[in-house]
């Protein structure tokens, strides 16, 4: 018989019993993963993503509730089966309130075990694909179609669905809260609320209170209870800490406290307040590279980064640049009231060939301004980079320049030996370091910098 894909893990102390469901499961084209104990069938779900669980709800370790608990936080849209004696029977039907899929009773019927197994396995194929088409219509409306925009939307499917705690890389206005509120909304919190705080804007006295909340004068100026962010999400919902890497080390520490022991207290207290929320976390730095300087707390990092996501840079995706510019432009424009208007293949050549250090949001202020001032196409004239400039990148003509492509890409080529040279003082002379900064591999440092060294002593020759 031909074998499905899908997996089931058993988890059951009775070897006799797991025995049975195996070669019930086997035979109807399953394959079966087998854990003895509670713990031992966590850690397996854990590590295998099994589409399905048997779970007994009587085992020496962990009983079947906490087992349940413990396997719906892990994965919410995991189908949990519960497999009972009829004695068993009420906490059975307890347990399908708390979440389970279905209950079979001991001794079962061969055909209604794998059936059961069969619906469930359905379900969850059936609720992936969704979570996929979503995590894909949205980021590519979003984000563009390029070949690292498919790339992430790959590593956004795999996680979306699961209860992992996330942390997402990318430079300042890359996308990284679009990326992080995908997750949000096509995963199984989507229905609770998604709280964003930015680390980088709390001050280091008020810590505690802006995470926990505060109980009515617990502290000068605390006129009334306050409930904090965590407690804002706790009921099933997301928190978003952007810019983790700013966090102080009180916050640090707070927030190891937190994910460890999933509960929380307000400043001035004395309930405990249980949390089922999920935590993804954003910054501009290598907390890896942190944690090994002592700069951030190395076992928050792991807590943290259960899964790591990388947003691309905007540069490293130009074929992205005229969807997203003409999108914005778009947007803007209707905004105004105004028609839309086309951009010009000048126009376009300049934004391509820009390096933008400010990622998709320069880009998106860029385009704002230019459905000010264009009129029926956007010309190079209308791409200002700041207020009041006369254009993105004019350089200076001469009787001999060359095509306004080659012009922009000297520029380009100036900013790169400026970012080049200024990575390496930023590291202190250490050029393994400096790729970091700049997010290029050593080797291909390498050879910029020696680019950028011969440039700085050979005579300009960029019109610049």
Known sequence: MKR????????????????????????????????????????????????????????PDLDGDEVLRRLKRLDPGLPVIVVTAHGSIPGAIGAIRDGAFEYVTKPFRNDHLAETVRRAVALRSATQRTTAGGVSAALTAAMGQSTAVQALISKVEAVASTDYSVVIYGETGAGKEVVARSLHEHGPRASRPMVVVDCGAIAETLTDSEFFGHEKGAFTGASQRR?????????????????????????????????????????????????????IAATNFDLRERANAGGFREDLFFRLAEYVITVPPLRSRPEDVAYLAQRFLNQARESLGRPTVDIASTALDLLCAY????????????????????????????????????????????????????????????????????????????KAKAARLLGIDYKTYRMKLKLAEAAQTAPANDGT
Do not use: Y
Request: proline content about 3%; hydrophobic content about 45%.
């Open 4 to 59: 499905h894909s899908a997996t089931v893990l058993l988890i059951d102390d009775d070897q006799d019993m797991r025995w049975a469901m195996r070669n019930v499961l086997g035979s109807a084209g399953f394959a079966v993963a087998e854990a003895e104990c509670g713990g031992a069938g966590l850690e397996m779900a854990a590590c295998r993503s099994p589409d399905a669980v048997l779970l007994d709800m009587r085992m």
């Open 227 to 279: 409930r904090g962010w965590f407690e804002e999400a706790a009921n099933g919902g997301t928190i978003f800490l952007d810019e983790v890497g700013n966090l102080a080390a009180t916050g640090q520490k707070a927030l190891l406290r937190t994910l460890e022991d999933r509960t929380i207290r307000r400043v001035g207290g004395a309930e405990l307040i249980n949390l089922d929320v999920r935590v």
């Open 355 to 430: 390096p933008w250090p400010g990622n998709v949001r320069e880009l998106r202020s860029v385009m704002r301004r230019a459905a000010l001032t264009a009129l029926d196409t956007v010309m190079p004239d209308n791409l200002a980079l700041h207020p009041g400039d006369s254009g993105v990148l004019r350089v200076a003509l001469s009787a001999n320049a060359a095509s306004l492509r080659d012009r922009v890409r000297g520029q380009v080529r100036v900013v790169e030996r400026d970012a080049v040279i200024s990575a390496l003082d930023q590291a202190g002379g250490n």
